[in-house]
């Protein structure tokens, strides 16, 4: 049984930078693809970004684009959110998810707790 727990959400200020980590415990997550989600209280939940087992696609959504990396570690099952340029907009609890099969933006079934990034001056 896999377990998701994320790691590094705080406060930051406008153009600041964060990194989030998931670590999966319970099984190796090779051929897993891994992911981010964020939710902000009234909007629904989106995928922020996605990779796949091998690491060779990538999936961010546009408003994210340029500004964060999503990196995976399948030695030590982590997958790792790189955020920088961080704006207001990006408030949100932040969700690690993964799938087994493709780095889809749909049909996570584990997910972590969350881990609350708020960016304000």
């Known amino acids: 049984q896999v377990q998701l727990a994320e790691s590094g959400g705080g406060l930051v200020q406008p153009g600041g930078s964060l990194t989030l980590s998931c670590v999966a415990s319970g099984q190796s997550m090779a051929h897993y693809a891994m992911a981010w989600f964020r939710q902000a209280p009234g909007n629904q939940r989106e995928a922020v970004a996605t990779?796949?087992?091998?690491?060779?696609?990538?999936y961010y959504v546009d408003s994210v684009k340029g500004r964060f990396t999503i990196s995976r570690d399948n030695d030590k099952n982590t997958v790792t959110l790189h955020m920088r340029n961080l704006k207001p907009a990006d408030t949100a609890v932040y969700y690690c998810?993964?799938?087994?099969?493709?780095?889809?933006?749909?049909?996570?079934?584990?997910w972590g707790q969350g881990t609350q990034v708020t960016v304000s001056s």
């Open positions: 998810a993964v799938r087994p099969g493709f780095a889809t933006v749909t049909g996570y079934d584990t």
């Open positions: 990779i796949a087992w091998d690491g060779d696609y990538k």
